[in-house]
């Protein structure tokens, strides 16, 4: 079974402290993607990155980084310097490749990391 | 649009009342899932379609609940006799079912359910 496990609840910061969400996951599965969403006060899911099992190569994107260490199965999400409008819910995601029978994509959700930067 | 579309965005209601939610899924997309999150939760899956047929209907909590899809495109989330417990955001994601395809689900801003 898939699990994955957001051990921050909630997070607040200042503007212009980096700040880390963790996320460690739980998967027998030797292929599978990681993924991160942002969940904004509108309520809608928004995409930031997916990584594939295969893929450890750190990746940053503006003021975001993340860091997918197999070894201890964690994908760690940065934002640096953050802003006010970073505030959101964070929500790490793991899936596999699909069921072979019936195709559906098995994505498991992390409860989410409340991150609160204050101006 | 481009982008999941869901509506109503709120519905308030009365328990033992039936709702219907909405789901216009990115044009193309043949994977339409349903998923339910309640206060302070993760999200919680409840039905998948791939086409117009749903092949896992393994998330559905009661038979109170169902849904359909029609035309391969637009589906609905029905609610039969709601109770307090229902009660949540319901979000509906599309995702392109085909080579290449890894997994990436397009969310709509979900319908935020309360029923009294």
């Known amino acids: 079974a898939q699990k994955v496990t957001q051990a921050q609840t909630e997070i607040s910061v200042v503007e212009k402290e980096d700040v880390t969400l963790d996320c460690v996951y739980e998967t027998r599965d030797t292929t599978y993607y990681l993924f991160w969403y942002k969940q904004p006060p509108s309520g809608e899911l928004v995409f930031l990155i997916r990584r594939n099992s295969f893929d450890e190569q750190n990746e940053i994107s503006g003021r975001y980084s993340w860091n997918f260490q197999k070894s201890t199965s964690s994908f760690n999400f940065t934002i640096t310097a953050s802003q006010v409008v970073d505030s959101a819910v964070y929500f790490c995601a793991l899936s596999d490749l699909g069921s072979r029978d019936t195709g559906r994509r098995a994505l498991t959700f992390g409860s989410g990391t409340r991150l609160q930067v204050q101006p | 649009g481009a982008g999941v579309s869901q509506s109503p965005s709120n519905k308030v209601t009365e328990k033992g009342k039936d709702v219907e939610l909405r789901c216009d899924p990115i044009?193309?997309?043949?994977?339409l899932y349903w998923y339910r999150q309640s206060l302070g939760q993760g999200l919680e899956f409840l039905i998948y379609?791939?086409?117009?047929?749903?092949?896992?209907k393994s998330g559905l909590p009661s038979d109170r609940f169902s849904a359909e899809r029609t035309g391969g495109s637009v589906s609905t989330l029905t609610i039969q006799r709601t109770q307090q417990e229902d009660s949540a955001v319901y979000l509906c994601?599309?995702?392109?079912?085909?080579?290449?395809?890894?997994?990436?689900?397009?969310f709509g801003e979900g319908s935020r359910l309360t029923v009294l």
């Open positions: 044009s193309g997309h043949t994977a």
């Open positions: 994601a599309s995702s392109y079912k085909g080579q290449g395809n890894t997994g990436e689900l397009f």
């Open positions: 379609f791939q086409g117009n047929s749903a092949p896992d």
